[in-house]
Antibody, heavy 118, light 107 residues
Framework: EVQLVESGGGLVQPGGSLRLSCAAS????????MHWVRQAPGRGLEFVSA????????YHTNSVKGRFTISRDNSKNTLYLQMGSLRAEDMAVYYC???????????WGQGTLVTVSS | DIQMTQSPSSLSASVGDRVTITCRAS??????LGWYQQKPGKAPKRLIY???SLQSGVPSRFSGSGSGTEFTLTISSLQPEDFATYYC?????????FGQGTKLEIK
């Protein structure tokens, strides 16, 4: 059974940093691109970052470029999102997703909440 | 970025009704489109992939169609468990983009 379990969310002050993790199981992690998607309270879904299966290629949406870094450790079956210079508008539930057939998100984690507040 | 325009933003319907939700892409995305259902406090769940393929385990009352720039999700006969928010997602070009969502409510 495919499982994606996020962790690392919490309360952080504006300007602070946080690292999210996503532990994957039930599939060959190194075969799949992985993504982070977020959802601000009461809002829609927003793509944040993506990383290729081997970690060589990454993509970040414009609003997080230079502040967030996506990475992965295929030996640990774990995806990461290092977030820095956090702003109020980064407050959201962050989901880890798997890029399946032709990149479509086929599995999602349960999400981890990031709260940015002083 | 590719803009996904989803309509309607909300919809009131009754059990047994047939409903259709539309997504329009700002440029050709072939059939690189998925439909997702989200219930409050839960992660989204994929219903349809590559525009018209039904996700395993999803009831056959859900169907998708379209290619290029126009896509539809149809629920043939609404059931009580279908009241939720629905999103389309284009996965043709980075950044992937979602429609704004359609909240389906009970009339």
């Amino acid at each position: 059974e495919v499982q994606l379990v996020e962790s690392g969310g919490g309360l952080v002050q504006p300007g602070g940093s946080l690292r999210l993790s996503c532990a994957a199981s039930g599939f060959t992690f190194s075969n799949y691109a992985m993504h982070w998607v977020r959802q601000a309270p009461g809002r829609g879904l927003e793509f944040v970052s993506a990383i290729s299966n081997n970690g060589v290629s990454t993509y970040h949406t414009n609003s997080v470029k230079g502040r967030f870094t996506i990475s992965r450790d295929n030996s640990k079956n774990t995806l990461y999102l290092q977030m820095g210079s956090l702003r109020a508008e980064d407050m959201a539930v962050y989901y880890c997703t798997r890029g399946g057939y032709r990149g479509s998100y086929d599995y999602w984690g349960q999400g981890t909440l990031v709260t940015v507040s002083s | 970025d590719i803009q996904m325009t989803q309509s309607p933003s909300s919809l009131s319907a009754s059990v047994g009704d047939r409903v259709t939700i539309t997504c329009r892409a700002s440029q050709d995305i072939r059939n690189d489109l998925g439909w997702y259902q989200q219930k409050p406090g839960k992660a989204p769940k994929r219903l349809i992939y590559v525009a018209s393929s039904l996700q395993s385990g999803v009831p056959s009352r859900f169907s998708g169609s379209g290619s290029g720039t126009e896509f539809t999700l149809t629920i043939s006969s609404l059931q009580p468990e279908d009241f939720a928010t629905y999103y389309c997602l284009q996965h043709n070009t980075y950044p992937y983009t979602f429609g704004q969502g359609t909240k389906l409510e009970i009339k």
